[in-house]
């Protein structure tokens, strides 16, 4: 394999150190082709370099987050890939870095043969996540399964249309049922959830990925 050429963006100067010799060392097949500490140098950084493959990214920068760097990478169609090192395994955080096209997230915590292999992985385009990252991912695609058990196939229909905007009489063409069946379904749905309006109804909906934004 070629070698694949590493941004690291870290900004605790002994972590920094310790990822770069690491990895460039003999026994790696990555090179750490440049090293940023904050939000602004990687970006000025991507600007300049001429190839980096891998973007390393810690999420918690002096002056932003790391979600602004794949951002910024996706605002300019960049193909760099991103894998996420950082201590912050919240789920909201990844659930909103995978959404951007993350190629994988591994925690701080990791060891160095995990960060190669996981460098490997996601070079060669096979998304890759840590041990603690998955058990956090099934336990949502768990709950998101769960969640949808209690809705029939009609409820989800009527909650999909909801999220995309359309009015009781709409949906009730669509479906091709009267106005009071739709209603009927609503407030079934509302008494599940224990809702009140329908924008709470679509907040759930996108949140629990029956419809995507």
Avoid: W
């Avoid at 694949?4 to 990822?19: A, C, F, P």
């Avoid at 603690?132 to 989800?156: G, N, P």
């Amino acid at each position: 394999m070629s070698c694949i050429n590493v941004l690291l963006v870290e900004d605790q100067t002994l972590t920094r150190m310790g990822i770069s010799l690491a990895l460039n060392s003999g026994s790696s097949n990555c090179r750490i082709v440049a090293e940023a500490g904050s939000v602004h140098e990687a970006k000025e950084l991507l600007k300049q370099l001429e190839k980096v493959d891998i973007v390393l990214l810690d999420l918690m920068l002096p002056d932003g987050n790391g979600t602004e760097i794949v951002q910024f990478l996706r605002s300019r169609g960049a193909d760099t890939k991103v894998l996420v090192i950082s201590a912050d395994t919240t789920r909201e955080n990844i659930l909103q870095l995978i959404d951007l096209g993350i190629g994988g997230f591994i925690s701080k915590f990791a060891d160095i043969s995990t960060l190669e292999a996981a460098i490997t992985s996601v070079y060669s385009g096979i998304e890759y996540y840590g041990k603690d990252i998955t058990e956090i991912l099934h336990a949502v695609s768990t709950a998101k399964a769960q969640a949808l058990d209690i809705f029939t196939s009609r409820e989800l229909d009527i909650m999909r249309y909801c999220a995309k905007g359309l009015s009781v009489k709409q949906i009730s063409e669509e479906l091709n049922i009267s106005t009071r069946t739709v209603e009927n379904h609503k407030n079934n749905i509302f008494k599940k959830l224990g809702f009140n309006s329908t924008a709470e109804l679509i907040n759930y909906v996108f949140e629990h990925g029956i419809v995507h934004n």
